[in-house]
Nanobody, 122 residues
Framework: VQLQASGGGLVQAGGSLRVSCAAS????????TAWFRQAPGKEREFVAA????????YYAQSVRGRFTISRHNAKNTVYLEMNNLKPEDTAVYYC????????????????WGQGTQVTVSS
């Protein structure tokens, strides 16, 4: 499985941004895709995840109500719509996928895309 993240950029606080994660390869075997983020000097943290089989979604408390994860089946692409962005959302955002489980722990994911930078100015 290969993952290609895109869509990061610079936005003012209160604004919106959408990042995308396009999957290729063994996409029919993917069980879950998640977004993680890592700010400078901080550990990588879970943001959101989606179960490809049933579409259930999960969010970190810090983004619940502001971020929405979704999947476009035909395009094998997972989106993270980010609204009401805050400066503390500034980070490199990574998408990850796994063929067997959905967790909030980064080491559990076997496949990773490159990061995309999201910067929120105050």
């Amino acid at each position: 499985v290969q993952l290609q993240a895109s869509g990061g950029g610079l936005v003012q606080a209160g604004g919106s941004l959408r990042v995308s994660c396009a999957a290729s390869g063994r996409t029919s075997s993917i069980y879950a895709t998640a977004w993680f983020r890592q700010a400078p000097g901080k550990e990588r943290e879970f943001v959101a995840a989606i179960n490809w089989r049933v579409g259930s979604t999960y969010y970190a408390q810090s983004v619940r109500g502001r971020f929405t994860i979704s999947r476009h089946n035909a395009k094998n692409t997972v989106y993270l719509e980010m609204n009401n962005l805050k400066p503390e959302d500034t980070a490199v955002y990574y998408c990850a996928a796994d063929l067997q489980i959905l967790t909030q722990d980064a080491p559990d994911y076997d496949y990773w895309g490159q990061g995309t930078q999201v910067t929120v100015s105050s």
